[in-house]
């Protein structure tokens, strides 16, 4: 068995081992053993990576695995990693790991919770490994569906609702990506040999611009619902809002890296000239969920609601940066993926924590949590710092290489876009104080509010591990910078090419 | 002989149950349950096994490995429906009838086995109409009840009229051609107004057999007021032999206007997806819901007939067969829960996930495989389908196609929501399903589930599907 199959085999096999728990318990017990063998997993294939790197091993992808699975259709699984890939699957191990333990207290249907959990992130998984678009597109699904029950089953407010539109929306946007992944097969072979779903086979074909311009915004829009483009990110505030607290924690924090991921080594790698001609009109849309995410939070008084229109803001940035078509903007966008992805799972994590002492989230009604619970309160500080991108967290780091990358482009449109995108830094700085402020300052309104215990153990474990993953990428941005980049090295070279 | 082996096969289990049935006496009538399906089980599983192909009485009656396929598909739902409609069978209202269901449904598998295989206009005729009009005998099965006698009614009549037109695009074949043999008339065909006309009859008559819009309008009464085991059969085998022989039928006697057919299936496509799964919304009862679902599931398929290529064929095939387990599933599940319960309204649904978990967990099985979600077998066939629509560059039908399998979802998740999502006052109780039907549903999950993963499957239809394009 190969290293990358594991990834969504050691989620089935902890599905499997679900199914025969007797109580609450033992689920708990037999997820979070499954979960943190998914840790140690990616551990060891961050370790394999860069060793097969300092070894010398340029290939493209790494630890490629290719077995035929229709072969009248050309279709394989066939999985593979680069840099990108490893750092996201990183991301994912950490956040379903700091996820399970966050939803320790999940009582009703509590089997039926960490089975769709998981199985949720064997999809995420299997998609940040594919490098075949039928497989990475039956992932993609897998990942999305399970979302329908978790929100609609163990979700708060009106959960029926979001659970639909959330479902329908993104399964819209699978539809869009649909069409775009037959474009893609069809012109994948223009000398009329087999087509082929493989991504570094149809990377090596020029596929003709009126063709890419047909179906670039297909796959460019598809994904993008996933991560919140404007004007189809109205999914994410009601989704996340209603989510049980794991849920919004894996949806914000790696689902919708999926939709970036996906309009990156799809859209853009592979349909190069469409997306250099169109990029104007999208960059308008990034730049509007950028400042719309950003302001929208500002109005919010539902603790969630805001961190849900933050991510709106952060991963909007995210979509922003891709389409700067340079290194450092593409290196910051992965970044702010990794980055944002860990960050707001931290603040869904804690959001759902205050939640279920204070049974209210909204700001007006809570003041003072700082005396009460010092620890939680600590830790959404963190939280709050390291998204207004306060050096020293990953936030910084990330929106910094952005920035920088975008404004190497020296004509007015980019300046511009590039300026209205950075004022929205100023806007979150706004919101996030102005929550710590609310929520953990001053006089404690409501009395029972004393009796009030602070973090246990299980979840000093789950937000310490993702405070832990912030400060490591805050402090030491360099490794995992150059993780990126030995990945976008290609990437970027076929982009390069196009542009001129 | 060995060629016709399906037919002989039922036949000769027919003319057994038929006496058996005779010679029992009435207070032991039940017992002819298991020996009915064990023998046809027994047929199933012959058919399976690889036999000469070819053609009988001067080209009347011709078979091959992809229609012997065909065949085995329809055995194996057949198969599923008959295990599933037992404990309906052993009920009391029921006894004294339970000869009649088998040798009704086998007499007209028979009729559709021949239509299949039909290599002239006569058989086909013949064949379709021994598949369709014993049907409204069992449509009108609780004959007291008014629904069940106007299902019978509306089958009969809408079955007439189909026929009469499809007759009258017949004869005009005939006219023109002179001959009634598939391949006679492939050759004399040369596209006169007339033909085209003939063809413009001839479709619509089959229209009428899979309800693609605008003929679709007799279903959802029919199925409603049918039993839901006659319902499934209508929905699942009927609907699949009509497509089989209409692709047989397109792809060779009218090859030379394919252009010409290829619109109208392109326009009917479109209006039979859209207006199926626009009425499908609104249904409240699952028969119904199934009915106007399964309306919009021949739009799909239409889909894989345009493509009009090798890739299209076996994926329509395909479809077929992940569609019978799926939609079969379905059907079970309603089955049982309207059998002891007597409740057949999806808002009686809520809640049934809290008390009937495996019951839930299957009908979401094969909702998702209707809708296509992976990784059951659904979503292979409708991914599948849409290649073959884009393989002729037909974008926009694949992006219509597309945004019908969201509102497809819509519905489908409505009845997920009930059942997982909904509480209910009084849900239904907890119950012990019988072994057929665990059996029954055991087969369609494993259908649903195995048929995607398993390219060997795609793969072995598609070896058989050439030269008939």
Not at chain 1, 62 to 86: A, C, E, Q, R, T
Not at chain 2, 78 to 90: A, E, G, M, Y
Not at chain 2, 211 to 229: C, M, Q, R, T
Not at chain 2, 421 to 449: E, H, K, W
């Amino acid at each position: 068995m190969d290293n990358l199959t594991l990834f969504i085999i050691i989620p089935l096999l902890t599905i499997f081992g679900i199914l025969f728990c007797r109580d609450h318990k033992q689920v708990k017990i037999v997820s979070a053993i499954g979960m943190s063998l998914q840790l140690i997993n990616a551990g060891i294939l961050i370790t394999m990576f860069l060793l097969q790197r300092a070894a010398g091993n340029t290939d493209m992808m790494l630890f490629v695995k290719d077995v035929v699975w229709y072969p009248s259709l050309n279709i394989h699984y066939f999985v593979g990693v680069d840099g990108i890939s490893v750092a996201m699957i990183g991301l994912t191990s950490i956040v379903i790991f700091a996820g399970i333990f966050a939803s320790w207290e999940v009582k009703d249907l509590s089997k039926e919770f960490f089975i769709s959990l998981i199985f949720l992130s064997s999809g995420v998984f299997g998609f940040f490994i594919s490098l075949d678009l039928f497989t990475l597109f039956l992932f993609y699904e897998v990942a999305v569906i399970p979302m329908y029950l978790l929100i609609g089953i163990w979700g708060t407010g009106p959960r029926h609702y979001s659970a639909m539109k959330l479902t329908l929306m993104l399964m819209g946007g699978s539809a869009l990506i649909l069409v775009g992944l037959l474009g893609l097969y069809f012109h994948s072979n223009p000398s009329g040999g087999p087509l082929t779903f493989s991504i570094p086979a149809i990377s090596l074909v020029h596929i003709p611009p009126d063709v890419q311009r047909f179906f670039f915004p297909f796959l460019f829009v598809g994904f993008g619902v996933l991560g919140a483009l404007f004007p189809f990110h109205t999914w994410s505030p009601d989704g996340h809002a209603s989510a049980p607290t794991a849920v919004s924690m894996l949806h914000a924090g790696v689902l919708m890296k999926l939709g970036g991921y996906g309009c990156f080594r799809v859209a853009v790698f592979l349909l190069p000239d469409a997306a250099h001609q169109l990029a104007w009109i999208f960059i308008i849309l990034t730049t509007i969920s950028v400042i719309y995410g950003a302001f929208g939070a500002i109005w919010q008084k539902d603790l969630k609601y805001i961190n849900a229109y933050s991510s709106v803001s952060h991963c909007g940035l995210v979509l922003f940066a891709i389409l700067m078509f340079n290194k450092t903007a593409m290196n910051g966008a992965i970044l702010q993926m990794i980055s944002h992805g860990i960050m707001t799972a931290l603040f869904f994590a804690l959001i759902g924590m205050i939640y279920g002492r204070t049974h209210t989230r909204y700001i007006n009604e809570m003041g003072g949590l700082m005396k009460v619970m010092p620890f939680l309160a600590v830790c959404y500080v963190i939280a709050g710092l390291a998204s207004l991108g306060l050096p020293g967290f990953s936030g910084f780091v990330a929106e910094m290489t952005i920035f920088v990358g975008a404004f190497q482009h020296n004509d007015v449109f980019h300046r511009v876009v590039t300026v209205i995108a950075v004022s929205s830094i100023v806007v979150t700085a706004v919101y996030i104080l102005r929550v710590v402020g609310m929520l953990l300052l001053g006089r404690i309104k409501n009395d029972h509010y004393l009796e009030i215990t602070d973090a246990k153990w299980y979840e000093k474990l789950s937000t310490g591990v993702l405070i832990f993953s912030i400060t490591a990428i805050g402090l030491a941005p360099l490794w995992l910078s150059e993780l990126i980049n030995n990945g976008l090295g290609p990437i970027i070279d076929r982009l390069l090419v196009v542009a001129h | 002989m060995l060629i016709m082996r399906h037919e002989l096969l039922l036949v000769i289990i027919t003319v057994i149950l038929l006496l058996v049935e005779i010679f029992l006496p009435d207070n032991r009538k039940h017992t002819i349950i298991l020996p009915s399906i064990l023998l046809f089980f027994i047929v199933t599983v012959l058919g399976f096994i690889p036999g000469p192909t070819g053609e009988l009485f001067g080209g009347m009656y011709a078979t091959t490995p992809l229609i012997l396929t065909m065949k085995n598909i329809l055995n194996l739902g057949v198969l599923i429906i008959f295990i599933q409609s037992v404990n309906w069978l052993k009920k009391i209202e029921n006894k004294g009838k339970i000869g009649e269901y088998y040798l009704i449904l086998l007499s007209t598998l028979i009729g559709m086995d021949y239509m299949i295989s039909s290599g002239d206009f006569l058989m086909f005729y013949l064949g379709l109409e021994l598949a369709t009009i014993p049907l409204a005998t069992l449509a009108a099965w609780e004959r007291f009840k008014e629904k069940s006698a106007e299902a019978g009614v509306k089958l009969i009549f809408t079955s007439a009229l189909s026929s009469g037109i499809l007759l009258y695009g017949i004869s005009m074949i005939y006219g023109t051609t002179g001959s009634v043999y598939f391949r006679e008339v492939m050759g004399a065909f040369n596209a006169t107004p007339l033909q085209v006309l003939a063809f413009i009859f001839f479709f619509a008559g089959m229209a009428f057999k899979i309800a693609i819009v605008p003929f679709h309008l007799w279903i959802a009464d029919v199925y409603e007021g049918s039993p839901i085991n006659i319902t499934s059969y209508l929905s699942v085998i009927s609907k699949g032999a009509a497509v089989f022989i209409l692709m047989i039928i397109l792809y060779t006697v009218f090859y030379k206007i394919a252009l010409l057919w290829r619109d109208v299936l392109y326009v009917t496509s479109i209006l039979t997806m859209t207006i199926g799964n626009l009425f499908a919304i609104r249904q409240r009862n699952i028969k119904r819901f199934l009915a106007f679902s399964s309306i919009a599931q021949a739009g799909f398929i239409l889909l894989g007939l345009i493509g009009q290529s090798q890739l299209g064929m076996t994926t329509v095939i395909y479809f077929v067969l992940v569609y019978i387990f799926s939609n079969l599933g379905a059907f079970g599940v309603a089955g049982i829960i309207s059998n002891v319960t007597g409740k057949e309204s999806i808002d009686d649904y809520d809640g049934l996930y809290r008390t009937n978990p495996l019951l839930s967990l299957t009908m979401m099985l094969a909702l998702f495989s209707l809708a296509g979600i992976p990784p059951v077998a659904g979503f292979f066939g409708k991914f599948f389908l849409f290649t073959a629509a884009a393989q002729k560059g037909l974008y926009l039908l694949v992006i219509i196609g597309v945004l019908n399998t969201i509102i497809s979802l819509y519905y489908y998740l409505l009845v997920v929501k009930a059942m997982f999502l909904n509480t209910s006052d009084q849900p239904i109780a907890y119950f012990r399903s019988d072994a057929y039907s665990r059996i029954g549903l055991l087969m369609c999950v494993a259908g649903i589930v195995i048929i995607g993963f398993a390219s060997p499957v795609y793969e072995f239809i598609l070896s058989l599907s050439h030269g008939l394009y």
